[in-house]
T-cell receptor, first 113, second 113 residues
Framework: AQSVTQLGSHVSVSEGALVLLRCNYS??????LFWYVQYPNQGLQLLLK????ATLVKGINGFEAEFKKSETSFHLTKPSAHMSDAAEYFC???????????WGAGTKLIIKP | DTAVSQTPKYLVTQMGNDKSIKCEQN?????MYWYKQDSKKFLKIMFS???????INETVPNRFSPKSPDKAHLNLHINSLELGDSAVYFC????????????FGQGTRLTVV
């Protein structure tokens, strides 16, 4: 069975600092991996996804994530945090486009001025 | 214009009541979903409708009944509300039944007292 673990329910970084949100997964088949973002009082938005091909994927707002099969990880990074990045971030895995997503518990990103 | 909209945003009600949550999408998608996010922030699929037909019905109490009057709407009706029903409910839509590419509403926080 697939599962997703996001380390840290809350991550706090200073404005301008590196953002690193961790996601580890388990899957018996090659996974499709996703990061979603939920800004306050808004719905979930797809930030980026990995399906096949290049393991480093770029998303919106300067975020990127790297699929590392050997580490079963798909960590989300951004070189320089901005106040507008404050939100909740969810990692998810599926067996393919037509399969349901298995979600992590989310990580709340807090940006300190 | 909001792509996927849910009403109400907040709902507080007493045990035993019947309530509905409405969802509308203006993206022209043919598939709509209801997810439940529990207190630990895990999102789980409840129902999926494609062209007004139920295609996924996960193990949820039969007190929960989805109703799709047309492709653009998927309402969630809950009978005899229980304390354990308190959660955030997300509506979503996608094209061609691809859950991974779904757009989400902002969620409805249901509190049963």
């Amino acid at each position: 069975a697939q599962s997703v673990t996001q380390l840290g329910s809350h991550v706090s970084v200073s404005e301008g600092a590196l953002v690193l949100l961790r996601c580890n997964y388990s899957s018996s088949v090659p996974p499709y991996l996703f990061w979603y973002v939920q800004y306050p009082n808004q719905g979930l938005q797809l930030l980026l996804k990995y399906t096949t091909g290049a393991t480093l994927v770029k998303g919106i707002n300067g975020f990127e994530a790297e699929f590392k099969k050997s580490e079963t990880s798909f960590h989300l990074t951004k070189p320089s945090a901005h106040m507008s990045d404050a939100a909740e971030y969810f990692c998810a895995v599926s067996e393919g486009s037509n399969y349901q997503l298995i979600w992590g518990a989310g990580t709340k990103l807090i940006i300190k001025p | 214009d909001t792509a996927v909209s849910q009403t109400p945003k907040y709902l507080v009600t007493q045990m035993g009541n019947d309530k509905s949550i409405k969802c509308e999408q203006n993206l022209g998608h043919d598939t709509m979903y209801w997810y439940k996010q529990d207190s630990k922030k895990f999102l789980k699929i409840m129902f999926s409708y494609n062209n007004k037909e139920l295609i996924i019905n996960e193990t949820v109490p039969n007190r929960f009944s989805p109703k799709s009057p047309d492709k653009a709407h998927l309402n969630l009706h809950i009978n005899s509300l229980e304390l354990g029903d308190s959660a955030v409910y997300f509506c979503a839509s996608s094209q061609e039944g691809i859950p991974a590419l779904a757009f989400f509403g902002q969620g409805t926080r249901l509190t049963v007292v």
